[in-house]
């Protein structure tokens, strides 16, 4: 059976059928329930999941129970992507030999948390992107190591407070900015690389879609909400997430071959202020220590409009 | 919740800890303090609620209703209080308010 | 180009160019795998092999040997036939994906030629890597020539992939004295060799949706772990069948202990790897002068074949456990003597001696000392106390 993936128009082109189940263990809010269900209704049952260790991880598969309706695999922290090549090189070779029906399209999906990714699992990401595999990796970010109690990771934003990044009396939460993992997908040249975010369903799943159709590496990066360890409530992290669009924190955008698009344009910004506030782990923000983010941003806001040739992202209101 | 001595022994389980989708798990309807309340009347169909939910425990049917004004809508939703934990997004990003959270107790 | 193997032959081949030929024949899908000293010219051999067309597999140019191990595992659980190799620092590299490896059931098979940690860095031969894979659930192997490297090869994917077994399995043998020395090897037809060792394994996937390394809570963990206790068992029986089989079929019987000259011997003397030849040529030294020494050699090494070790050794009186591999902080120092020490159940005295630490050289010249020095002092009290450090600069023999 040929399962083409269809890039859905509108939210009613998704399958009503779940890949990903309820019954999981991850927190009330946790919008990585909400990006892995949507990604597989979008990848459909041919799919096999290699998930790194990571909150969602350990959330779906105490044994007996398991929440994906797919093949799901979980190895180890750093190595997601490197297992995923795997995978799809026996997939390749056993298609070859006629043990697998070579019609049979199979989407190979890796995914990992920002320190599975950006941190301890960058070396073997790089490899996978590298080498080419027909792999889709989806790094969920939720800015910091929340499986194991919120500590700072490279994905961390400027100002966050984490349990080892800490506000104290002279230390006022992470000090350094958020690394780049879109560039150093970008300097792997690979086909796709896109941005997302969960309260932007469609632009989500057309880019789930997108890059399942590839032949190739694609990487999708996911900010990801986190109830417990930004310190919101729980019926937030949408709206949080949307926030982060409206102020340009987040900035959905695709690289097709290389070419960027702003996918979510914004014609008038919110302060930064907006997004902030409803989060603890910026409570200790002083006002001057806000303008400093709204600056950073403002900067980062030019740099894009600048390479997409246009104001895709407009002034603060 | 079985006591230990009533588990599979190690020769009736599967090798390596692998598992099957077909078993199911613990409700998690004790994590909730409030629960989510359709309101059908007032429900636009937007889908919304069915695809943010994290817990997949917004349930999408054929089920045909008409309200009191006479709209036919040929879906319905109601939620698995067997899986809703009770986050609020569906409430929250309803963009008619037509969920509602309710106390649990 | 293709080299396909229409009948038995004879070619001039190192252990890790026999370890090739082996995987060359056994139709493997997927081979991952990252350069190390003493243990690449098994992979370039390999490259070449798919460059030509010879072997149809999937060859992955991982980053690292920590992907290497990873990428073989994602493809044995998508049901490929699967090979890596590597050494040392290579091998510590992948140690957390050993025990993933064994705790999933997978019959990946690695060749291991062994060789020292740093640091000080050594690219010479010793034990220590392999040591520090005893505990990961892997079956290990410990063979002594190029012939025996390519027949274990073909009966590791066997054992492996039993479905009694399926347990990862290591080919390990001596980096450099004997990956990178040659000797004749005879090379089965590949229709022989894929008939001994058909491929059965079909992966996790094809059974339907799956999740595979899932997490066990303490009311599951301890029988998953218990499984590998009776795998392990398993693999000891299918073992010694496997190895009958293939004596029936290709006429080499290499054992899971192999002996010399044990039947009237009162010391003797257990070694594992390329030693083994040396040892013989210094027990007929000894045997010459009147002394009644014989040599054990260890070629299963997990599960060991400690009942078979123990019907050797009865009514012996001392048993000389020489390993190339140090656990220090112990006042018998030796791995493998301290696993013989506790799972023999038998009155011999065990003497730990360590050598050959980083290639240092051990000629039959030096085994037939050891065996001097252990037919003086047996007898003097507190003598099987202690390791000897044999060779090292500063400690004496008689001290």
């Known amino acids: 059976m040929t399962v083409n993936i269809r890039i859905p128009r509108t939210v009613w082109d998704l399958p009503r059928e779940d890949y990903f189940v309820g019954g999981h263990n991850l927190c009330a809010g946790c919008t990585a329930g909400t990006i892995v269900r949507n990604l597989l209704k979008v990848a459909g049952p041919n799919t096999i999941v290699v998930n790194a260790t990571g909150c969602l991880e350990v959330s779906t598969s105490l044994f007996p129970f398991t929440s994906w309706k797919v093949p799901w695999i979980h ?243 | 919740m079985k006591s230990r001595e009533s588990l599979p022994s190690w020769y009736e389980l599967p090798i390596g800890g692998i598992s099957r989708p077909n078993i199911t798990p613990e409700s998690k309807a004790g994590w909730r303090f409030e629960k989510p309340v359709i309101d059908n009347e007032k429900c636009i169909r937007c889908r919304l609620c069915f695809l943010y939910c994290p817990d997949a425990a917004i349930v999408e049917s054929d089920e045909k209703y008409t309200t009191k004004t006479g709209k036919t809508y040929n879906v319905s939703y109601k939620i698995n209080y067997y899986f809703c934990k009770g986050c609020g997004i569906c409430a929250e990003e309803c963009p008619v308010k037509a969920i509602t959270m309710v106390p649990e107790v | 180009m293709t080299q396909v193997y229409k009948s ?233 069948i496997i190895d009958r089989d293939f004596y029936k079929k290709f006429g080499r019987k290499n054992g899971l202990v192999e002996t010399y000259r044990t039947e009237d011997s009162e010391i003797d003397l257990l070694v594992t790897g390329s030693i083994w030849s040396s040892l013989k040529l210094a027990i007929d030294k000894a045997r010459s002068n009147g002394l009644r020494i014989g040599g054990l050699r260890l070629r299963l090494y997990r599960p060991l074949p400690i009942d078979e070790i123990e019907k050797i050794l009865a009514g012996k009186e001392v048993l000389v456990v020489i390993d190339k591999a140090i656990s220090y902080g112990l006042r018998v120092a030796g791995p493998l003597a301290n696993e013989i020490y506790t799972n023999l159940q038998s009155p011999v005295k065990i003497k730990s001696v360590v050598a050959g630490i980083g290639q240092r050289t051990i000629t039959n010249e030096d085994l037939y000392k050891v065996i001097l020095h252990v037919y003086k002092n047996k007898d003097s009290p507190g003598f099987t106390k202690h390791t000897l450090f044999y060779g090292v600069r500063g400690v004496e023999l008689d001290s």
């Open chain 1, 75 to 317: 190895i180890a922290f750093e190595n997601a992507a490197a297992v995923a090549s795997g995978v799809e090189a026996a997939i390749k070779v056993l298609k070859e030999k006629g043990k697998i029906d070579p019609n049979k399209k199979i989407n190979i999906i890796a995914i990992g948390g920002d320190g599975g990714t950006f941190d301890i699992g960058l070396q073997a990401l790089s490899g996978m992107l590298e080498r080419g595999h027909n792999v889709l990796y989806v790094v969920y970010d939720n800015e910091a190591y929340m499986n194991t109690g919120i500590q700072r990771s490279g994905a961390t934003p400027y100002k966050a407070w984490t349990t080892t990044t800490p506000v104290g009396t002279i230390m006022r939460g992470e000090w350094r900015d958020k690394k780049d993992i879109i560039g150093i997908a970008l300097a792997h040249k690979v086909p796709y690389i896109a941005t997302a975010n969960p309260a932007f369903l469609l632009d989500m799943d057309k880019k789930f879609a997108k890059a399942l159709q590839i032949d190739g590496p694609s990487l999708i990066h996911v900010l990801m909400a986190c109830t417990t360890g930004w310190r919101f409530d729980p019926k937030l992290g949408i709206k949080i997430s949307k926030l982060a669009v409206e102020t340009a924190v987040w900035v959905n955008l695709e690289y097709n071959y290389g070419k960027l698009e702003v996918t979510t344009p914004v014609p008038k910004r919110k302060h930064v202020r907006e997004y902030l506030k409803l989060q603890g782990r910026y409570s200790h923000l002083t006002e001057e220590e806000i303008n400093d983010i709204q600056e950073r941003i403002n900067r980062k806001v030019e740099e894009i409009n600048r390479a997409v040739g246009k104001e895709v992202i407009g002034p603060l209101a």
């Open chain 3, 8 to 240: 038995k032959s004879l070619a001039t081949l190192s252990s890790n160019k026999a370890v090739a030929k082996a995987v060359g024949q056994l139709d493997v899908d997927v081979i991952a795998a990252y350069p190390i000293t003493p243990q690449t010219t098994i992979v370039e051999e390999l490259a070449q092999m798919v460059a030509n067309g010879e072997v149809k597999a999937q060859y992955i140019h991982v980053e690292s040997e920590h992907s290497a191990l990873s990428a073989v595992v994602g493809a044995s659980i998508a049901g490929a036939r699967t090979f890596t190799a590597t050494s040392s620092q290579g091998l510590e590299l992948m140690h957390e994906i050993l025990h993933i490896t064994s705790g999933l059931r997978l019959p990946v098979v690695m060749a291991v030629p062994t060789r020292a940690l740093s640091a000080p860095i050594s690219i010479w031969n010793d034990h220590s890597d392999i040591m520090n894979a005893r505990d990961t659930g892997w079956i290990i192997y410990f063979v002594s020539s190029a012939q025996e490297a390519y027949d274990t090869v073909i009966q590791a994917y066997r054992l492996a992939e039993d479905r009694e077994v399926l347990l990862p399995t290591i080919v390990s043998y001596d980096g450099f004295l004997m990956s990178h020395t040659y000797e004749p090897v005879v090379i089965e037809s590949s229709e022989d060799v894929i008939e001994f060792s058909p491929k059965t394994w079909k992966g996790y996937i094809e059974e339907g949706a799956v999740a595979i390394g899932t997490l066990a809570s303490p009311d599951y963990y301890y029988e998953f772990k218990y499984q590998q206790v009776e795998a392990m068992k398993n693999a000891l029986r299918k073992a010694e």
